[in-house]
């Protein structure tokens, strides 16, 4: 694979970083724009494709999705720069490069103490301080809120899929697309089945893939801020993030209850969120500011 990058001219030294289910990530070297990219391309489809789309379908997932984030502008979604073509015929977009997602800042999840208790503790989760979890979800809903307003659903929010401009404190940047909801271009082999991550996606898109809407990435960000907050997935009759963590400011529980309600049309909009959230960040910033505390991690 090295060697098809290579060959690309401008991309120089590319290294493989990470694989997931469909794409490989490498770090090269653009010599046009002098800095280090990340490089995503699409791993090899078997013949027969993977569920219910084949080698064409995904591959013309892959594009749309590239040209979905090319075409946007939004300082919490990540950047397209180009496009090339492997001499295999495969396609491969050029982003910049991140040093970290947020998983990173947060560890590996854990559903409860019993599970965390069987890992060695680098591995066990970490929650974060009040403020700084306000903030990443803020940017978070403000990335969201740039997708829904051209009608996509985003369908898989999870720590892993945020990217970071620093290691401490970074900007919050939403990346992969591939399980997105485009209008118009919905494969009908996914009718009757489920697609995104089972811990974050919404009730309603486990049931059906085309059933989710823009209030399902909502859902996701509820059990993201529980995640953040507490250090642990809000799963069955859960307790409210306040109870389970200390410092974590009450309204806080009112915002993972909405976020998270049963019913899609119950829960606001990820614009809505992210008035609901700089309100919360400013109170919070404001009583931090007057009791000269660090507030509790």
Not at 240 to 262: C, H, K, L
Request: with cysteine.
């Amino acid at each position: 694979m090295e060697s098809l990058l290579s060959a690309i001219p401008g991309l120089e030294q590319p290294v493989h970083v990470v694989s997931g289910n469909f794409s490989h990530v490498y770090r090269a070297w653009d010599a046009g724009l002098a800095r280090w990219v990340a490089v995503k391309v699409p791993r090899h489809v078997p013949a027969g494709g993977w569920g219910p789309l084949g080698p064409e379908e995904w591959r013309r997932r892959f594009v749309a999705e590239a040209r979905i984030l090319a075409a946007m502008d939004c300082p919490h979604l990540i950047r397209i720069d180009r496009m090339d073509r492997l001499a295999d015929g495969r396609p491969c977009v050029a982003m910049p490069w991140h040093v970290a997602n947020l998983r990173l800042e947060i560890g590996r999840d854990a559903k409860g103490p019993e599970n965390m208790a069987r890992r060695p503790a680098d591995q066990c989760p970490r929650r974060m301080a009040a403020g700084r979890a306000c903030e990443v979800l803020r940017q978070v809903c403000l990335g969201l809120a740039a997708l829904h307003a051209k009608g996509y659903v985003h369908r898989d929010v999870k720590p892993t899929n945020l990217l970071l401009t620093d290691r401490v404190d970074g900007t919050v940047r939403l990346c992969d697309l591939g399980f997105a909801k485009i209008p118009g271009q919905e494969p009908e082999g996914w009718a009757g089945r489920w697609i995104g991550t089972p811990n974050y996606a919404a009730p309603e898109q486990m049931r059906e893939a085309l059933s989710a809407t823009d209030r399902s990435d909502v859902y996701s960000v509820g059990v993201l801020a529980y995640r953040l907050l507490t250090g642990l997935l809000p799963v069955g009759a859960f307790r409210p993030a306040s109870q389970v963590a200390e410092g974590v400011p009450v309204p806080f529980d009112g915002v993972i209850a909405a976020a998270m309600a049963r019913r899609p049309g119950d829960r606001p909009r990820a614009v809505e969120l992210v008035a609901a959230l700089t309100a919360l960040r400013d109170v919070i910033d404001r009583g931090w500011k007057r009791s000269g505390t660090t507030p509790p991690v």
